[in-house]
């Protein structure tokens, strides 16, 4: 046989093929370690509190909380809204069109940051965008949204207006700050929400 | 898994080494295929001898086929496969100046040297040439810096070109490769030499 016929019946079947099947269009490695570190270093992947107690009470429809816990852990308390995918579960098919999408930002929490910050790590590395993770988790949450410390007297100023904003994104969702105060002042949770957003163009320049 | 050296499989070390073994079994390639006769190289352009175009472009339709088929199955990521840049008028001045030293000598700068190991002395000579030609380049350099840099186009893909999907591409390819082998063939009978022997044997199976 000659040589041009061989390589012909070889080449020609194969080519058909690979004309006939969809491009592998799959992202495999994404990352380096290198940039994955990178990406650690400047803690790009940290959404605040007050950012994300904001959108929520903004009802923001591109927000996604995610809870990284159990499921005990999220039956007791969750944030609002919030889906839970344990840790564990994470790279189950069934949750893969939610950390895996271009439209809404996930935002990961755990108890503190360890786990969300391993579900960020590990969607990262898989090349998924638009995951965050809640800076602190949902104990310092619970310190800063619900339970807000009330600055000293004679605190500057931004410190003060934090406050109020906290303590009224906190009375918002639920928080402590509504058990403590809604006897004495009824009307106390509006203004400071009609002022955290005035304010909330600023912070978001910073 | 693939390209082994951007996903860390293997270190810069091991890739240096999987370079030279290459690089070696490239040469040997060469040799074994008659590349290191400055006859058959020039026998190209005079048609008694099409062996150039047939080793390189079954190269490159098996290495199309090859890639696209590992990407496939998931073995390499196509979008870490370094595609050379094209500076158009670099790549055709460029291609001029290698095809006339190409008749001219009788080699290609790879063949050359494969030349060179088994003691050709025009290919010495012709090796000799492109060291010349390496320093006037570099020396010149800022004479035609700007012809050099003129016309960037980036690192476009035929098949984004002509709007096709990479496997239709190559399919095309192969066919057109196979149709130039078949005028190939024709016409190394066409312009065959009474003084030149083609040292292709049949295959039997």
């Known amino acids: 046989m000659k040589a041009l016929t061989i390589l012909a019946t070889i080449v020609i079947p194969l080519g058909l093929i690979i004309a006939a099947v ?14 994955l570190l990178e990406e650690v270093k400047s803690g790009t992947q940290f959404m605040y509190p007050d950012d994300v107690a904001d959108m929520i009470i903004q009802k923001d429809p591109t927000l996604q909380l995610i809870d990284v816990r159990s499921a005990d852990e999220y039956e007791k308390f969750n944030l609002p809204n919030s889906i839970n995918i344990p840790l564990v579960d994470v790279l189950n098919e069934e949750w893969e069109e939610y950390i895996d999408q271009e439209v809404k930002l996930n935002v990961f929490y755990s108890n503190g940051t360890n786990d969300a910050n391993q579900a960020w790590m590990i969607t990262r590395q898989l090349g998924y965008e638009n995951n965050y993770v809640l800076q602190g988790g949902v104990n310092y949450w619970a310190e800063t949204i ?61 | 898994m693939g390209p082994l050296i951007v996903n860390e499989i293997i270190s810069e070390n091991a890739n ?34 099409a062996t150039v175009l047939k080793v390189f472009f ?72 492109i060291f010349i030609g390496i320093f006037l380049f570099t020396e010149g350099f ?3 810096e700007e012809f050099f840099n003129a016309k960037y186009l980036g690192s476009p893909l035929m098949s984004d070109v002509l709007g096709t999907s990479r496997g239709v591409f190559t399919l095309l390819l192969v066919i057109v490769a196979l149709g130039m082998f078949w005028v190939a063939e024709k016409a190394e009978k066409r312009f065959a030499r009474d003084d030149y022997k083609l040292n292709q044997k049949e295959l039997k199976f």
């Open chain 1, 22 to 35: 969809p491009e592998n269009t799959t992202k495999q490695y994404k990352l380096t370690a290198e940039e």
């Open chain 1, 146 to 206: 619900m339970n807000p410390e009330a600055p000293k007297t004679g605190s500057p100023n931004e410190e003060i207006i934090k406050y109020n904003l906290r303590k009224g994104a906190g009375m918002a969702l639920g928080g402590a700050a509504i058990e403590t105060q809604t006897t004495t002042k009824a009307a106390g949770p509006k203004p400071p929400i009609a002022k955290r957003k005035k304010k909330k163009s600023v912070q978001g320049g910073c």
């Open chain 2, 58 to 129: 079954t190269a490159a339709i098996v290495g199309a086929l090859g890639l696209l088929f590992l990407s496939l199955f998931g073995q390499i990521d196509l979008n870490y496969i370094y595609i050379n840049p094209t500076y158009l008028y670099s790549a055709i001045g460029g291609g001029v100046i290698m095809g006339v030293g190409f008749i001219l000598g009788g080699y290609c700068p790879g063949t050359s040297f494969s030349a060179v190991a088994i003691g050709k002395l025009d290919a010495l000579a012709y090796v000799g040439g």
């Open chain 2, 142 to 144: 800022p004479l035609w």
């Open chain 2, 16 to 49: 240096m080494l999987f370079a030279f073994v290459i690089g070696i079994g490239f040469g040997f390639i060469l040799e074994a295929n008659g590349f290191s006769s400055s006859r058959r190289l020039a026998g190209m352009f005079y048609g008694y001898d």
